[in-house]
């Protein structure tokens, strides 16, 4: 390579690079979900002349990018939700799946011309799961309801799985020429089966590894590479891959207060949070860079048609997510008695959001790229760049269509948060400071326990109970509060006034670096456990 051709790609990442900051910023100030910018950016990008082409390498989401995300969204879920929602889920991760690729096989092979059967289940397949992403940043915003964040999340950890195994089929059968239904559903429930297991025990193992450590480095590498030690072995034998890495983060998850100390777990767990944020920030990228490709792809056919095609699709992929979700809450209460006795009725509302939660992403194009070339005996796979196109159509279609209506749905429709959360971490503060309080007078006499350390201490925990108690009372004036975000602010004050010496005498040569960054650490702890 050239100097100037070196100088020429430095520049063209330079201004990628600064193009995705610059949306992600804008993400930031408009509220809206970045997803949705990127892949916007992505595909505008793409168009300017100079920018060479981008392809997206199926193996690089499938197998590198893919297990960390499931793995993260896994760990950091609730086990408990999700057994609490296990019906919603399911339905949603394996029966609306399937029937979304039947539905969008019918529809494909009906109203495209030329789409063959075969290649309408390949599409069906591709387009099926749903991506948690932009809901997930969406929810978080306009104080969506608890239950509807644990059920679109829940869904999106599942039905990967089930999305991917179907495709595996719908392919096979594509380029073999011969499918058996009795084989196809029970290879996928062995798959399923041994997938978990696979991510029990290498849950179990790991586990095991890291309870006799104590070095925040090493827990973290491992931490990082857990993902492919469930994942690999899984896919390797053509297993669920995505179930071996999803319930390994799930095992996880729930014995993590037991393996990691606290400096450990601040550290981890921001380590994970800005890896989670740049894949993804960089998988939406690709994803807008991959539209002139998939263009080229398909610009033998006539735009209108494919214009056409692309609408169908992407509608058909929104109803039919609304024709499966309101049968699927309604029909068990109306048929089952134990239902209607154990859960309250559900408001419209709910399962409206529910349904208009669709967004589609990287997965699926992933999977749409990953189609082979040929079929068994050298012909070409049957419409593979239109399925592409249209699988990125879809993704365009529900992240700007779904993600930018969401938020507004969501208050119109009333469905936010109740507040039973906040009252729960309320009572939970109580519960916590209460057992600090009995452990108190337990030490107290001891002989290191000095009595007036212990009624301060003691002080502290009483004005914490009585704080969170007077959430609780209707007759509560939020004088405590106001008195505690006073102190709050108060000591943020003097928080700044502490780090800003701390510079100073580095500045001046009193301390070096070293001394500056560990007092900052202190004080940065002090500072993040303030509200205000």
Request: proline share 4%.
């Amino acid at each position: 390579m050239t100097v100037l051709a070196q100088a020429h790609l430095d520049l063209v990442l330079l201004a990628v690079l600064s193009a995705v900051s610059v949306l992600l910023i804008v993400a930031y100030h408009w509220q809206v979900p970045y997803p949705i910018l990127l892949v916007i950016g992505g595909a505008a990008l793409g168009f300017i002349p100079g920018i060479p082409n981008v392809q997206l390498n199926p193996d690089v989401v499938l197998i590198i990018v893919l297990p960390p995300l499931l793995y993260a969204a896994a760990f950091f879920s609730s086990l408990r939700e999700l057994r609490d929602n296990l019906r919603e889920i399911t339905l949603l991760a394996i029966g609306l799946v399937i029937f979304t690729m039947v539905g969008v096989a019918v529809v494909a092979h009906e109203l495209i011309d030329g789409m063959s059967w075969e290649a309408a289940f390949v599409l069906g397949a591709v387009v099926s799961p749903t991506d948690p992403v932009a809901a997930s940043a969406i929810a978080s915003r306009v104080g969506a309801p608890r239950r509807y964040v644990s059920i679109v999340e829940g869904e999106s950890l599942v039905n990967d799985a089930t999305a991917l195994v179907a495709y595996k089929f719908a392919v096979a059968a594509t380029v073999t020429g011969s499918f058996s239904m009795a084989e196809a559903g029970g290879r996928f429930v062995l798959n399923a089966i041994v997938g978990i297991a696979i991510g029990i025990a290498v849950g179990y193992v790991i586990a095991l590894l890291r309870k006799a450590l104590d070095d925040a480095p090493t827990e973290i590498t491992i931490s990082l590479v857990t993902p492919y030690f469930a994942y690999l072995p899984a896919e390797a034998l053509g297993v669920s891959a995505v179930l071996a890495a999803v319930t390994a983060g799930i095992y996880l998850g729930w014995r993590s207060p037991e393996l990691i100390t606290p400096a450990t777990r601040i550290q981890a767990f921001s380590v994970w949070e800005i890896l989670v944020f740049v894949l993804n920030a960089v998988l939406f990228v690709l994803v807008g860079l991959q539209l002139p490709t998939v263009i080229d792809g398909i610009s033998r056919l006539s735009t209108t048609s494919i214009v056409e095609d692309a609408a169908v699709v992407s509608a058909a992929v929104i109803v039919i997510r609304f024709l499966w979700v309101f049968p699927a809450t309604y029909a068990p209460r109306l048929f089952s008695r134990r239902v209607r006795e154990r859960e309250p009725a559900v408001d419209w509302q709910f399962p409206a959001i529910v349904a208009w939660t669709g967004m589609r992403g990287a997965v699926s194009l992933a999977a749409a790229l990953a189609i082979p070339q040929t079929i068994d005996g050298g012909g070409n796979f049957p419409q593979r760049d239109l399925i592409i196109f249209l699988t990125y159509a879809v993704i365009l279609a529900t992240l700007i269509l779904q993600g930018l209506t969401l938020p507004g749905l969501i208050k119109v429709l009333g469905v936010e948060d109740d507040g039973n959360l906040e009252q729960r971490e309320s009572k939970a503060r109580i519960l916590a400071a209460r057992a600090a309080l009995d452990r108190i007078e337990e030490l107290r006499g001891l002989d290191w326990v000095r009595d007036d350390t212990a009624d301060r201490m003691r002080g502290l925990y009483d004005f914490r109970i009585r704080r969170f108690s007077a959430r609780f009372d209707d007759e509560d004036d939020g004088a405590i509060d106001e008195q505690s975000y006073a102190y709050q602010r108060l000591r943020r004050k003097v928080l700044e006034a502490e780090r800003a010496e701390i510079i100073r005498l580095r500045n001046v040569g009193k301390i070096n670096d070293e001394i500056m960054r560990r007092l900052e650490r202190d004080l940065d702890l002090e500072d993040t456990r303030l509200e205000v």
